[in-house]
């Protein structure tokens, strides 16, 4: 093939809708855990033949990243037979991606007549089912593009969900497009509601269940979401019974059950029903962090009961602390970016005096949590508490506490970096009443509120007792912005 020819076939296969022409960035993601849960999806067959169809189309993708263009090949074959099984005479809109991705396959392992091949089939397919309008994508391809940025990294979110609502348009009571809506609303939305009914993630989840309504993931998940309403919590229950009676040994819908136990019911009911799930998912980092934070919650209880002096109770105690720490190891080597399991078991090895080991998990921890820009907050102030009591490096301490606060003064994390500066300054007071770190102190507190005036008296008795050009920055841009 000629250059010129080669440049137009790759001009046309940049205007295909695939995974290819996504810009699914392998970087974005991390690879081995994207493969291990798009490989199990696969070997229970979750979703059936479309939804396995759907599945190999991600997983040919990733493969090809990893360098096994062989094994992509015979993913994407798999796809387009699922495909025409399970939607017969209707398959060709549904094979737009599939076709998609292998055409650009077969032009990366230098088959071009095959490629030709499959760029034939959707210019075919493109001439007998025109979108409306012209410029538009068809709600087929929209839905599977959704589901593979959701799949393929949590950066991916707002795209996705602008994909599933433009499916959605074009097909309202479709139910694979209006669970995916629903599941990326449940992980985007972060503020706090008072009623269920200002909850998007509820609403979606509600709707979602009346287009399928034996989907009883979708059930667990609505039933975490209500449960935090103490009017709903009735239904809940109610969800995650039935939940539970229609799926017993879905993975997928008993991690979420076994989490509904642990924060609402029975601890040991959720252990029995998570290591269920860890027997057909082994590789689910996440039922490994339910299992660790259940057996965080048991040992927590033990402790303060008044027996916990015992010889047996202390046994129990450190028994369960091995558990805790055993299945937050084993989330965070399966799950290499688990910010949340990483931070908790950093702070756990901290608790046990193994402060190299802390050290260490605190700063991939904070690599990754900078990198994704996730779960900084909340890891900065943990990190604080570990120099402050762990290090006892309070200097250092009080630089995390801030970057904490920075981010968020109302948050949870922010609240409680407030407490802890606020402390620490009223200490230093107390015995040096014209101590400038503690005035300083006071005075970045109240710049984060937003409390300009307090702020700068606070500033000024710090460069009464202590010359910075820190504090005097920060005098000089808060008389500025009045």
Request: glycine share 4%.
């Amino acid at each position: 093939m000629s250059m010129a020819q080669a440049a137009l076939l790759e001009t046309e296969l940049q205007q295909l809708e695939c995974h290819f022409t996504w810009e699914l960035k392998k970087e974005d993601t991390n690879i081995t855990d994207l493969l291990n849960r798009l490989e199990q999806h696969d070997e229970l067959y979750l979703g059936g033949k479309a939804g396995v169809a759907q599945t190999n189309n991600s997983l040919a993708f990733v493969k090809y990243l990893l360098g096994f263009p062989t094994e992509a090949l015979s993913c994407l074959q798999k796809s387009e037979e699922l495909t025409k099984e399970y939607h017969e005479n209707d398959c060709d809109k549904w094979l737009i991606v599939t076709y998609g991705n292998l055409a650009w396959l077969q032009y990366h392992m230098r088959s071009y007549d095959e490629c030709e091949s499959y760029l034939e089939k959707l210019r075919d397919i493109a001439e007998r089912f025109a979108a409306e309008p012209a410029s538009a994508l068809h709600h087929q391809v929209l839905g599977e593009k959704a589901w593979a940025m959701f799949k393929f990294s949590r950066e991916n979110c707002e795209r996705a969900k602008e994909c599933f609502r433009k499916a959605l348009e074009l097909e309202p009571r479709d139910p694979q497009w209006n669970a995916g809506y629903a599941f990326v609303l449940h992980r985007t939305e972060s503020r706090s509601c008072s009623r269920p009914d200002d909850s998007p993630a509820v609403k979606q989840l509600f709707k979602a269940i009346d287009t399928d309504p034996d989907n009883n993931e979708l059930k667990a998940l609505l039933a975490l979401r209500l449960a935090k309403f103490e009017s709903e919590y009735d239904e809940a229950e109610n969800l995650v019974e039935k939940a539970l009676e229609g799926s017993p040994n879905d993975p997928r819908v008993i991690r979420y059950v076994g989490k509904f136990f642990r924060v609402y019911g029975s601890v040991d009911r959720s252990i029995a029903l998570l290591k269920r799930a860890l027997e057909r998912s082994p590789n689910s980092g996440f039922i490994h962090h339910q299992l660790a934070l259940c057996y965080k919650k048991k040992k927590i209880s033990l402790q303060k009961k008044e027996s916990q002096d015992s010889p047996s109770a202390d046994a129990e105690i450190q028994r369960l602390r091995r558990q805790y720490i055993y299945h937050l190891e084993k989330a965070t080597t399966l799950k290499t970016d688990f910010i949340i399991a990483m931070t908790q078991l950093a702070v756990q090895y901290g608790e046990d005096d193994q402060l190299d080991r802390a050290e260490h998990q605190f700063q991939e921890a904070l690599m990754k949590a900078k990198e994704k820009n996730e779960f900084l907050q909340q890891l900065y102030f943990y990190y604080g508490e570990f120099q402050q009591y762990r290090k006892r490096f309070l200097p250092l301490a009080i630089n995390y506490y801030k970057e904490c606060l920075k981010i968020d003064h109302d948050s949870m994390d922010g609240t409680k970096s407030v407490k802890k500066l606020t402390k620490i300054a009223d200490r230093y007071l107390a015995k040096n009443p014209q101590d400038g770190r503690a005035w300083g102190i006071l005075g970045f507190i109240q710049k984060e509120k937003g409390e300009k005036i307090r702020a700068i008296e606070c500033y000024e008795k710090a460069l009464q007792f202590e010359s910075s050009d820190e504090y005097l920055s920060a005098l000089c841009e808060l008389r500025l912005s009045l």
